[in-house]
């Protein structure tokens, strides 16, 4: 028996091709597959294959018999990894910006058994990290090697409100297959940084993508609940950028958030040291939630429950004040780049598939190549391709869709997103590997 995986290094976003060789005709294997995430925890899938008439098998080849996923997928064994360890709430993959190593083990019987191991980097080899602070922003910069022809052109991300090292894993992937300069803008939750996303001020994002984008061609990407911080900033203050990417966005800004108890009856973002009209959340619907929570932790083994919230029902019965939305809408149209809008169905957050198209349909008025990409039965969270999905949560916050529509999501919005960078930054020249 042979197990070949093929390439055994790479990127992350190559799937590996593991085939099963020099098994009996139509014999069953198990292929076993262990990674340790960057935050120290296990993650494990198995799945049982039936060989063909020749005796190969393979995920690309069936279906598996039993295991992790279902339907013929290559990438099902990885995205389909399952948490080893118990823990008191349901945890999300950890994904570093460099790299980790996967160890595949596949077994016929006890006398035939094969080991191998893969390593996917999201970090190519001539690739740097580099981190500073910044007047307000934790920035993380990506630079792979210095072009004799020019500068490299600029992609700036901006995460949502749980961390930037949520980002910083596909900040290092594009600057890695792509060969952008890549630079992350950090601007809550920090050392001497706001604690949640309340009165932060838009001129700490303009001011620094306005600094870039003096020298070189820049775009934005960003996530969740800096798409409101982001947008604000570029239709308000009139940046030049080339291209815009919004994942689980907002077309309007809301109310701050809060880091316990009632949310502050304020703007997340301020401009020109004013807070900028808001739609304030509901947070009186997200009571039985809360009510069901106290509740379970009173019963026995209730601590070990997650008490992650669904937000969608607070965000969405905000969008029903009419006259709030009105003022809060983010001007969009002045921003003159492509913009590119992402969003799943059962985004469990926040509506972003409503607020996606409300912000396509906002700038119709715009000679501008626009992309809207509505990903059916995925969630929030859309990380980088191969991330296992089978978390729908982390400690806060429920993203919502099944791992198999999010890891589609995940595939499907990396192979949007470089393209459409690729085509408006007209620039492709991958960092060695």
């Given amino acids: 028996m042979e197990l070949t995986i093929a390439p055994g290094e790479g990127l992350v976003d190559e799937v590996p091709e593991l ?34 008439a020749r005796g190969v098998a393979g995920p690309a080849m069936s279906a598996p018999l039993a ?19 118990r823990h008191r709430s349901p945890v999300i993959f950890t994904a570093p910006d460099d790299q980790l190593t996967w160890t ?22 001539r690739v740097t990290r580099t981190e500073s602070m910044d007047e307000g922003l934790r920035v993380v910069r990506f630079a792979p090697r ?35 300069t890549t630079v992350v803008l950090g601007y809550v939750g920090g050392q001497g940084q706001p604690r949640t996303v309340a009165n932060v001020p838009l001129e700490r994002f303009t001011r620094a993508v306005s600094a870039l984008a003096e020298r070189r061609r820049v775009a934005v ?26 994942i689980a966005p907002t077309h309007v ?59 969608r029902s607070a965000y969405g019965a905000g969008l029903w004040d009419s006259a709030a939305v009105k003022k809060a809408l983010i001007p969009v149209e002045h921003i003159t780049a492509p913009l590119l809008a ?26 501008a190549q ?33 791992p198999q529509a999010n890891a589609l999501a995940q595939a499907e919005t990396w192979a949007a997103m470089t393209r459409f960078l690729e085509r408006h930054l007209g620039f492709t020249e991958p960092a060695d590997a």
């Fill in 19 to 52: 085939v099963v060789l020099g098994l009996r005709p139509h014999e069953q294997v198990t292929v076993r597959i262990d990674v340790t995430d960057a935050a120290g925890r296990a993650w494990r899938s198995d799945n049982r294959y039936r060989a063909d």
């Fill in 67 to 85: 295991g992790s996923y279902s339907g013929v997928d290559p990438s099902g064994p990885w995205w389909s990894m399952h948490s080893v360890q």
């Fill in 104 to 125: 595949v083990r596949c077994a016929a019987d006890r006398a035939r058994q094969v080991r191998r191991t893969v390593v996917r980097r999201w970090r190519a080899r």
């Fill in 146 to 180: 210095p072009l004799s022809s020019g500068p490299r052109p600029v992609v700036v991300l901006i995460p949502g409100s749980t961390s930037m090292e949520a980002v910083t894993p596909t900040a290092a992937l594009l600057a890695s297959r792509c060969g952008f």
């Fill in 221 to 246: 990407v960003a996530h969740s609940v800096g798409t409101g911080g982001a947008l604000a900033a570029l239709a308000l203050a009139r940046v030049p950028v080339r291209a815009v990417v919004a």
């Fill in 253 to 311: 800004v809301w109310q701050a958030l809060g880091s316990g108890g009632r949310p502050p009856m304020t703007s997340s973002w301020t401009y020109r040291a004013a807070p900028l009209p808001y739609v304030p959340v509901r947070g009186e619907l997200l009571l039985p939630q809360l009510a069901r929570h106290a509740l379970l932790r009173r019963l026995p083994g209730g601590g070990s429950r997650s008490t992650a919230l669904r937000l």
């Fill in 342 to 367: 992402v969003a799943g169905t059962d985004d469990a957050v926040w509506p972003s598939e409503a607020m996606a198209r409300a912000l396509v349909e906002r700038r119709r008025t715009v000679a």
């Fill in 370 to 402: 626009d992309d809207l990409l509505i990903h059916p039965g995925a969630g929030h969270f859309m990380r980088s391709p191969l991330v296992p999905t089978t978390a729908d949560r982390d400690g806060l916050l429920v993203s919502g869709g099944t």
